[in-house]
């Protein structure tokens, strides 16, 4: 794997990652006066298990960041352990991790020990699923949108099988009617698509900005202006800081040299 390849995957995910940290670890701070340790914020810039007295990163969402890198590596050594049994090897450690308690002792092993992975291998599982061009047949696709919603309003999200199970089933199957649902061609919601990472980095300062000025306030009206803020905000994030930081990575990256180009020197 040449490392131009492995760089452009990356490129999409940290730079802005560690923006949005660094801004969180000079911002949030000033609203409640305490300043985050080193130790926390160099694990929360590397990715890795937070201080044990902690569950979250500085910037909460990435712990699903966390456990998609433990989830990557998962999948890398098992397709370099059997190319024919890969799947169930991979797929057999995520529920290994996701059921059994903690045993070893070493709080940042014991932290992949948790039923969060199971929603990231729900992802992944759908991503391996479109790379190969599986989709549901469409009267299937049909039923499970109204069966994936009804679980989400049935069942309590107490656990990560509770909603990622039917999350995974309704995202599966508006993908397989993607021809037949014309609405989710409309730009608005394909640029709220291409932002969506950004948003997802962006919308904990929304509402810890709310929660400092209207700390008492929570109606939905409330609700509402901060997913639209968080939208709004993290489209503008998207095109004016996450695509320049991309573009500025990958010309860097572009200039590292191949395996091809090492043979040839």
């Not at 508006?174 to 649902?181: A, G």
């Amino acid at each position: 794997m040449q490392p131009r390849s492995i760089g452009k995957k990356l490129a999409r995910l940290l730079p802005i990652y560690w923006l949005i940290t660094a801004i969180t670890v000079f911002t949030y701070p000033l609203m409640h006066g305490d300043l985050y340790k080193l130790d926390f914020v160099l694990r929360s810039m590397l990715l890795i298990p937070p201080p044990s007295n902690l569950t979250m990163p500085i910037l909460y969402p990435a712990w699903t960041l966390i456990f998609e890198v433990a989830v990557s590596v998962l999948a890398i050594v098992s397709f370099l352990l059997s190319a024919q049994y890969k799947y169930y090897i991979f797929f057999a450690a995520i529920l290994f991790l996701a059921i059994c308690d903690p045993f070893t002792g070493v709080k940042e092993i014991d932290y992949y020990f948790n039923d969060r992975l199971l929603s990231t291998a729900f992802g992944l599982g759908i991503a391996v699923l479109i790379t190969k061009g599986i989709v549901l047949p469409k009267k299937i696709a049909y039923l499970c949108i109204p069966f994936s919603l009804l679980l989400l309003v049935m069942t309590k999200l107490s656990s990560p099988l509770t909603w990622s199970f039917p999350v995974a089933v309704l995202v599966m199957a508006v993908i397989s009617l993607e021809d037949q649902i014309s609405f989710i061609m409309i730009k608005p919601f394909q640029a709220i698509a291409l932002a969506s990472y950004s948003i997802f980095l962006i919308h904990p300062h929304i509402i810890w900005q709310f929660d400092y000025w209207l700390p008492e306030n929570r109606s939905r009206w409330i609700i509402l202006i901060i997913m639209f803020l968080s939208v709004i905000i993290g489209v503008i994030v998207h095109l004016k800081v996450e695509m320049p930081l991309i573009s500025l990575v990958n010309k860097l990256l572009s200039k590292l040299p191949t395996v091809k180009n090492r043979q040839k020197t």
